[in-house]
C-alpha cells in the first residue's frame, strides 16, 4: 500500500540557516511525489513536485527537493530560511497506476523559523 | 485566476442532521477530489471525479457519504446522519487533468456537535 512518512513533526531553524524537512515514501512502481505547504486557515499550496528525469526539482520561494529512488526519499530543502517560510509542510505520493490521481499525504511537520 | 472555491467556510450541525458542501474548481479543470483533514493529521483521500463521473470513490468511508458533479464542474459532498466523528476540515482540489499538479481549495470547517 501507498504510504508517506514524515518522522519530524517539528523543525526548528535559525533565520539564515538552511532547512530539511524529511518524506519517505513507498509506492508500488515509480511514484510522483509532492510538497505543499499550509498557512493557518489557509488551505494547501503547492510547492514543488517530481515526476521525471531530473532528481534535483526545484520549486516556490527557492525551496527544492531531491528524489531519491534508491532511499525512497523526497527531502524538501532550503539554502537559506525565512521567518515567513513558519508553515506546516506536507508531502504526498501518488502512484501511476490503479490509484492514479489519489495523493497519499504524511502527517506533517511543523516548520518554525526563528529570527 | 480564480482558484478553488469552497462553501461554507465553517459549518456547524447537530449529530444526526444533513450537511451539502459546496466545490467550485478552476475554470477548465477536469479532475476534482475530495479530502478529509482531522486535527493533526494529512488530508486523506476520500474520491475524485473526471468530468460528471466518480472515477474513485474508494476512498469514502461509508454509505452516509455520497458526492456529485453533475455538470462536470460544481461538485457538492453530502453527508447524511452526521456523526461526532466527522468533524474534520474537508478540503478540495482541482487539476486539469489527473496527471497534473492538485490545487486546493480553503476548506469547510465541519463541526458536529
Known amino acids: 500500500a501507498q504510504s508517506v512518512a514524515q518522522p519530524e513533526d517539528q523543525v526548528n531553524v535559525a533565520e539564515g540557516n538552511p532547512l530539511t524537512v524529511k518524506c519517505t515514501y513507498s509506492?508500488?512502481?515509480?511514484?510522483?511525489l509532492f510538497w505543499y505547504v499550509q498557512y493557518p486557515n489557509r488551505g494547501l499550496q503547492f510547492l514543488l513536485k517530481?515526476?521525471?528525469?531530473?532528481?534535483l526539482v526545484k520549486g516556490s520561494y527557492g525551496f527544492e527537493a531531491e528524489f531519491n529512488k534508491s532511499q525512497t526519499s523526497f527531502h524538501l530543502k532550503k539554502p537559506s530560511a525565512l521567518v515567513s517560510d513558519s508553515a506546516l509542510y506536507f508531502c504526498a505520493v501518488s502512484d501511476r497506476g490503479s490509484t492514479l490521481g489519489r495523493l497519499y499525504f504524511g502527517r506533517g511537520t511543523q516548520l518554525t523559523v526563528w529570527p | 485566476g480564480a482558484g478553488v472555491s469552497q462553501t461554507p467556510s465553517n459549518k456547524v450541525t447537530e449529530k444526526g442532521k444533513y450537511v451539502e458542501l459546496r466545490c467550485d474548481p478552476i475554470s477548465g479543470h477536469t479532475a476534482l477530489y475530495w479530502y478529509r483533514q482531522s486535527l493533526g493529521q494529512g488530508p486523506e483521500f476520500l474520491i475524485y471525479?473526471?468530468?460528471?463521473?466518480?472515477?474513485?470513490d474508494s476512498g469514502l468511508p461509508n454509505d452516509r457519504f455520497f458526492a456529485v458533479r453533475p455538470e462536470g464542474s460544481v461538485s457538492t459532498l453530502k453527508i447524511q446522519r452526521t456523526e461526532r466523528g466527522d468533524s474534520a476540515v474537508y478540503l478540495c482540489?482541482?487539476?486539469?487533468?489527473?496527471?497534473?499538479?492538485?490545487?486546493f481549495g480553503p476548506g469547510t470547517r465541519l463541526t458536529v456537535l
Open positions: 509506492v508500488s512502481g515509480n511514484p510522483y
Open positions: 482540489a482541482s487539476s486539469p487533468l489527473i496527471t497534473d499538479t492538485q490545487y
Open positions: 517530481y515526476i521525471t528525469g531530473d532528481n
Open positions: 471525479f473526471q468530468g460528471t463521473g466518480a472515477a474513485d
